[in-house]
């Protein structure tokens, strides 16, 4: 007899396929002579993983968590941490989810390739760390979110973002960007910009009082303005 098979295109063991693998379904069935003579067959199925322009295949991704709302990048250090012990806030953390149908096998940040066994070995206590001119970035932890058997196809990175020194905020805002690459096990890329904005420390005054009063001789009134400021 004559049989229809649609695909399950959405499935995630289809998904997870890379170009040129496969994954089989059988399907057995009882043919009879209509005289009490039976036989056992099978149809075997046959799922061919798509290549990178098919329209089917999916697509690594990248989605930054944004602290920042309106203003630029997606999270702010303030350079006022730097000058004291009290204040941590030269140090900000976050999260960006990955995805990857096919499976994931490694991201990038500026260039240096970060394989995904490595991502899962991230702790805070042993970070993958990418320091540039401004400020070191750590990775401190990976937390899977989707799975196909033994492949990784999701998951949340964890970092922190530490200010290193005081910034040049003459020519205006000031940040510190991070390129960013996923790649799937397919060879698909995709990629996204982790922003920093490092926030001036702007001087604030306060207004300063002191007093002297009248009588002979020299009188002098001191104090520091300074001391009033931050």
Do not use: C, M, W
């Not at 693998?21 to 046959?46: F, N, R």
């Not at 941590?88 to 240096?112: C, M, V």
């Not at 401190?140 to 530490?162: E, I, N, Q, R």
């Not at 001087?203 to 002297?212: F, K, L």
């Amino acid at each position: 007899g004559s049989y229809t098979y649609p695909l399950n295109n959405p499935d995630p063991r289809v998904q997870a396929l890379t170009a040129g693998e496969t994954l089989t379904e059988v399907y057995p069935y009882t043919v009879s002579d209509g005289a009490g003579g039976t036989d056992v067959a099978q149809l075997t199925i046959t799922i061919t993983g798509a290549a990178d322009a098919d329209r089917g295949d999916d697509l690594a991704g990248i989605v930054l968590s944004d602290q920042n709302g309106a203003a630029t990048g997606q999270i702010s250090v303030d350079e006022a941490g730097l000058t004291s012990t009290g204040d941590t806030s030269e140090t900000a953390g976050s999260t960006f989810a990955i995805t990857a149908a096919d499976g994931l096998a490694s991201i990038s940040i500026n260039g240096t390739p970060i394989s995904l066994a490595q991502l899962q070995a991230a702790t805070p206590g042993t970070p993958l760390t990418i320091t540039t001119a401004d400020g070191v970035l750590r990775i401190t932890g990976f937390t899977p979110t989707g799975a196909v058997g033994s492949l990784t196809t999701a998951g949340d990175v964890h970092y922190t973002y530490t200010l290193a020194q005081r910034q040049d905020h003459s020519g205006g805002e000031v940040t510190d960007p991070f390129a960013l690459t996923v790649v799937d096990r397919d060879g698909d890329v995709s990629s996204g910009t982790l922003t920093v904005l490092i926030v001036d420390d702007v001087p604030v005054a306060a207004n300063g009082a002191n007093s002297i009063g009248e009588g002979a001789g020299p009188k002098t009134a001191s104090g520091d303005l300074k001391a009033n400021h931050r």
